[in-house]
């Protein structure tokens, strides 16, 4: 009998999320492989008194991990189960700043990127030196993320030093980055779902009313044809960071595409919605041949 685990992480409940796991299920059920969900709450890995992992209620031919749970991600591989994605690309793409050190230096267009400091000193206060660099390479208006953010809630645009000494002040124990600004880009992105290194489907989002073009803060997707360069860039993207699956952003600058970060797990149901792509099915089909043949 065939079997297969979607894992999910026990604090995300949105709708989306849980269409994610619901619908792949589906999917894979067509195919005719058994599909258990189940929450990292479980534990299904852990380290024992001697000092090993041990593992439990794991008897499955591969796990589809659509959560972003590093630590149990990291145990797992070291079982023999197939992981999608593994948990290096999982990990990497959690975190921004992880993501464009990885694709630099392999010739993929991103906009230009300063690390924000790691700060392991309590009651520290920003530098203006500090500032001053910052503000010297970007200019303003520029951009501020948290490396683990998602969904655009954790992006914001800095139109001056005021504004940038309290971001950075705010986000001094957060991993973070400064970022230029691609104003061409303002409020438009395309969101690009590629599976086993094939662009699948591209969408266009387009916002009225923020520079951040997600969809959960009112951005408005349309389909969007995938050309040559934009299917080539992807593919270059998914390779280097050696993805199952993934939804890229891409910015459109006026001197061509652009990475803006790489979501390992990215919802298709919006994606779906817009375009009548079945992405899951796709996805479904993908990991059977992998763990199966054919
Ligand atoms: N450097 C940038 N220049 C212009 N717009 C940006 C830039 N970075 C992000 N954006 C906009 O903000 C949105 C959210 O940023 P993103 O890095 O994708 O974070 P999240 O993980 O929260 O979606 C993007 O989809 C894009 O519309
Ligand atoms: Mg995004």
Do not use: W
């Not at 589906?26 to 709450?41: A, G, M, R, T």
């Not at 916002?207 to 860039?233: M, P, Q």
């Amino acid at each position: 009998m065939k079997k297969g685990l979607i894992l999910v992480n026990a604090y995300c409940e949105t709708n989306s999320n849980l269409n994610q796991s619901k619908r792949l299920k589906e999917e894979l059920e067509l195919l005719c492989v058994s599909v258990d969900i189940q929450k990292n709450d479980s534990f299904s890995a852990s380290i024992n008194s001697s000092g090993d992992i041990v593992y439990s209620n794991l008897n499955y031919d591969f796990c589809v991990y659509l959560d972003k749970d590093k630590y149990l991600s990291n145990m797992l591989q070291s079982k023999p189960i197939r992981l999608f994605n593994s948990h290096n690309a999982i990990q990497v793409c959690d975190d921004k700043m992880l993501t464009h050190i990885a694709l630099a230096n392999k010739n993929i267009p991103m906009p230009k990127t300063l690390a924000g400091l790691l700060c392991y000193t309590l009651g520290s206060t920003v530098k203006e030196d500090t500032l001053d660099k910052i503000e010297k390479e970007l200019g303003y208006p520029l951009v501020v993320k948290n490396s683990f953010g998602s969904l655009g809630e954790q992006v914001v645009l800095v139109n001056n030093r005021q504004e940038l000494k309290e971001i950075s002040q705010k986000l001094i124990f957060k991993p973070h980055i400064f970022q230029e600004y691609i104003k061409e880009s303002s409020g438009v992105d395309i969101r690009v779902i590629v599976v086993g290194k094939k662009p699948i489907v591209g969408m266009k989002r387009v916002s009225k009313v923020d520079f951040r073009s997600n969809i959960e803060l009112g951005g408005v997707g349309e389909k969007y044809e995938i050309d040559n360069s934009l299917a080539s860039l992807c593919t270059k993207v998914s390779e280097i960071l050696n993805l199952d699956y993934c939804g890229i952003d891409i910015l459109v600058s006026n001197n061509g595409y652009m990475v803006c970060e790489v979501n390992s797990n990215a919802f298709f149901g919006g994606i779906e919605a817009v375009t009548g792509v079945n992405v899951a099915k796709v996805y479904a089909e993908y990991i059977y041949k992998q763990i199966y043949g054919v």
